[in-house]
């Protein structure tokens, strides 16, 4: 689940989305479905666990390195995005574990759409992620991307950072060295 907001626009998103297809080749080729979702305002559905990740596929991920400024603008609606995308996936078949990785530059801010809006967008990102990290079948990483990240620590029990954008694909490498057994 990648942040399309405005401040990933750019380097940020660029590199994300370059360790994102290198992710997304390493489990194709063990054999493990996957899907990549983005997300401001609203959720984006880049690949569906149903669709190959063929050539038109991986052209339409790597699409945003040629035009990384022509990402979606909006806010960091974390929760709803999160909220949606865990209920699409894992209540849909429960029965396998599932690594959801966040990955976002920034801390949640107020999005046009919302899940409780009596909450701030930090408590319903922290309701959220209570309610996915009490579930057997979900392992969930916040991924912090670039200088300022330190939220993901406060956010996410299992979390990862790169403070410096050119290592956000040697640290995905790293979470997925942790996380996947093959």
Same mark, same amino acid.
Request: hydrophobic share 35%; net charge negative; proline share 4%.
């Given at each position: ?83 949606? %995308?865990?209920?699409?996936? %894992? ?10 990785? %966040? ?20 408590? &319903? ?5 209570? +309610?996915? &990290?009490?579930?057997? &079948? ?13 939220? %993901? ?5 299992? +979390? ?23």
């Amino acid at each position: 689940l990648v942040d399309l907001s405005g401040s990933m626009q750019g380097e940020k998103i660029a590199e994300t989305f370059k360790g994102v297809a290198m992710m997304a080749e390493a489990l194709n080729n063990v054999g493990i479905p996957f899907s990549i979702y983005g997300f401001q305002d609203y959720v984006y559905e880049f690949k569906s666990f149903d669709e190959k990740w063929d050539d038109n596929k991986k052209e339409s991920i790597l699409s945003i390195l040629k035009y990384p400024k022509n990402t979606e603008s909006g806010d960091n609606s974390d929760g709803y995005a999160l909220d949606k %995308v865990f209920n699409k996936v %894992v209540l849909a078949d429960p029965k396998d574990i599932n690594l959801f990785m %966040v990955f976002s530059d920034g801390a949640p801010a107020p999005g046009n759409n919302r899940i409780h809006n009596e909450m701030s967008p930090a408590d &319903e990102l922290i309701a959220v992620i209570e +309610h996915i &990290e009490s579930r057997p &079948e979900a392992l969930l990483y916040g991924f912090g991307v670039g200088p300022d990240t330190d939220h %993901v620590r406060t956010f996410y029990t299992n +979390h990862a950072q790169a403070k410096n954008v050119k290592d956000v694909t040697r640290k995905i490498k790293e979470v997925l060295r942790k996380t996947i057994r093959v």
